[in-house]
């Protein structure tokens, strides 16, 4: 069983920069893809980026490519999503999760673990 705890949410001004991070517990960290997702109020959750467990591979939504970059450190279990030039259309609550294996799921079915959430609020 794995356990995903995030922080670092908080509140900005447009314009700003948060990073999240993810810490990990209860398994093998880099046998795992890891994944950001996001939910704003009234909206189905989205996918954020995901990245290999080797750090090797990478991926990001278009909606958030060159302002958003997700990095991992396995030698502390945690995992990143440094968010810059931030808009108020980023104002959500983020989640980050895990998927056993080497692919790079984009899908919120594919991963087998979540975490709670940290609320992230851009104002204008």
């Known amino acids: 069983q794995v356990q995903l705890v995030e922080s670092g949410g908080g509140l900005v001004q447009a314009g700003g920069s948060l990073r999240l991070s993810c810490a990990a517990s209860?398994?093998?960290?880099?046998?795992?893809?890891m994944g950001w997702f996001r939910q704003a109020p009234g909206k189905e959750r989205e996918f954020v980026a995901v990245?290999?467990?080797?750090?090797?591979?990478?991926s990001h939504a278009d909606s958030v490519k060159g302002r958003f970059t997700i990095s991992r450190d396995n030698a502390k279990n945690t995992v990143y999503l440094q968010m810059n030039s931030l808009k108020p259309e980023d104002t959500a609550v983020y989640y980050c999760?895990?998927?056993?294996?080497?692919?790079?799921?984009?899908?919120?079915?594919?991963?087998?673990?979540w975490g709670q959430g940290t609320q992230v609020t851009v104002s204008s």
């Open positions: 209860g398994g093998t960290f880099s046998r795992y893809a």
């Open positions: 990245i290999s467990g080797s750090s090797g591979s990478k």
């Open positions: 999760a895990a998927r056993f294996g080497f692919q790079l799921p984009r899908g919120l079915g594919e991963y087998d673990y």
